[in-house]
């Protein structure tokens, strides 16, 4: 047990990763902030319980990145699509930045981003267009990404995945059963008033066929949403099932501020709270948790501090049972779910 935690292998997946004065990043807003603050903190909480870890950021390559200084691994990951097979290039920057770690001592550390190139796909990118505007057209997007980031997931080596918002919340479905039951995966919302709803007319089967998953397995299971798609229910009930930790990017550990507390309040609730605080009807209202009334199946529970102190390290113990990394660090994710394993998890609205 303790050689496995001299080290740990962490893969970051997310659509933007911040570093965009650099030329190889891309931030739109949140998303790319913390996605980049991210992994030098996670490198700093790990180091408190001896751990040496290793982070791999995992984006699309979008086409105003200059391909010709990155190098290019010597692997291309095939993806499907309406039962057509392609494959994606895979390139790879490092960045190497000084970490300031608790002891006071300021350390150069390796920071490796890994990029998915497929020309057809992502030619049409620029540092201001990173998402396509037809709903249809972004799930195929985001999965055939999400398929190429789950082949290289699952040749990498890596113990952790932490997925940010739902544009990668496809790649434990294709990382398969068999990979989740060994390899924890994490899942961070960023903005639950987007959650990847994608209107298909009532044929989930066939749009989940399209995009090489089995419809008639998964639609009604983890994706149907009012007979429509919805991409973040779907990762949030995969991630669940599979025992991995759901976080926000704001509140405290108890949940009484910021997404942690409106997660646990369903439509009706927070339409309620914004009348009386208005004295009338309300305009539009911030809905985290419009209509899933997920949140009250996977609900969100206090953080028990004496069994924290009881199971040691800090990082170990939240890398090891699901949350991606320390919830105190700048930059991470603050709230976290409670994740029970279970099979067969149904949630259909």
């Keep these: 047990m303790n050689n496995a935690r001299e080290k740990i292998r962490v893969a970051v997946a997310a659509w933007e990763i911040g570093r965009n004065r650099s030329g190889f990043g891309a931030k739109v807003g949140g998303l790319g902030v913390v996605v980049e603050e991210l992994p030098p903190e996670l490198v700093?909480?790990?180091?408190?319980?001896?751990?040496?870890?290793?982070?791999?950021?995992?984006?699309?390559?979008f086409a105003q990145y200059d391909r010709s200084e990155m190098s290019r691994l010597p692997f291309?990951?095939?993806?499907?699509?309406?039962?057509?097979?392609?494959?994606?290039?895979?390139?790879?920057?490092?960045?190497?930045?000084?970490?300031?770690?608790a002891d006071g001592d300021t350390r150069l550390v390796d920071f490796r981003m890994v990029y998915?190139?497929?020309?057809?796909?992502?030619?049409?990118?620029?540092?201001?267009?990173l998402y396509p505007s037809d709903p249809r057209i972004a799930a195929r997007l985001y999965a055939a990404v999400s398929q190429a980031m789950a082949g290289y997931i699952r040749r990498g080596?890596?113990?952790?995945?932490?997925?940010?918002?739902?544009?990668?919340?496809?790649?434990?479905f294709y990382l398969g059963d068999d990979v989740l039951d060994k390899l924890p995966v994490h899942f961070t919302v960023h903005n639950a008033s987007y959650q990847g709803t994608v209107p298909i007319g009532g044929r989930g089967y066939e749009f989940l066929d399209s995009i090489n998953l089995p419809?008639?397995?998964?639609?009604?299971?983890?994706?149907?949403?009012?007979?429509d798609l919805n991409l973040m229910k779907a990762t949030m009930l995969k991630v669940h099932e599979n025992g991995g930790r759901i976080t926000t990017v704001s509140g405290n550990l108890e949940g009484t501020w910021g997404y942690a507390a409106e997660l646990r309040e369903?439509?009706?609730?927070?339409?309620?709270?914004?009348?009386?605080?208005?004295g009338g009807p309300p305009g539009e209202v911030f809905l985290p948790n419009r209509h899933l009334d997920l949140f009250e199946r996977l609900p969100i529970l206090d953080h028990q501090r004496d069994e924290r102190k009881e199971q040691g390290g800090e990082?170990?113990?939240?890398?090891?049972?699901?949350?991606?990394?320390?919830?105190?660090?700048?930059?991470?994710?603050?709230?976290?779910?409670?994740?029970?394993?279970?099979?067969?998890y149904d949630a259909r609205p």
């Design 44 to 61: 700093k909480v790990a180091a408190c319980d001896g751990i040496k870890l290793e982070v791999e950021t995992l984006s699309p390559c």
């Design 76 to 101: 291309d990951i095939p993806v499907t699509l309406d039962g057509a097979t392609f494959s994606f290039a895979i390139y790879e920057r490092m960045f190497r930045e000084p970490v300031t770690f």
């Design 116 to 129: 998915f190139w497929d020309d057809w796909l992502l030619n049409w990118t620029t540092d201001r267009a």
């Design 157 to 172: 080596g890596f113990n952790v995945v932490h997925l940010h918002d739902y544009h990668v919340g496809l790649i434990p």
């Design 215 to 227: 419809g008639s397995l998964l639609f009604h299971k983890y994706f149907d949403f009012f007979g």
């Design 266 to 278: 369903n439509m009706g609730d927070l339409m309620r709270r914004a009348s009386a605080l208005k």
């Design 315 to 344: 990082f170990a113990r939240t890398q090891s049972r699901g949350s991606a990394g320390d919830p105190r660090a700048s930059g991470s994710a603050q709230a976290s779910v409670q994740q029970p394993r279970r099979s067969g």
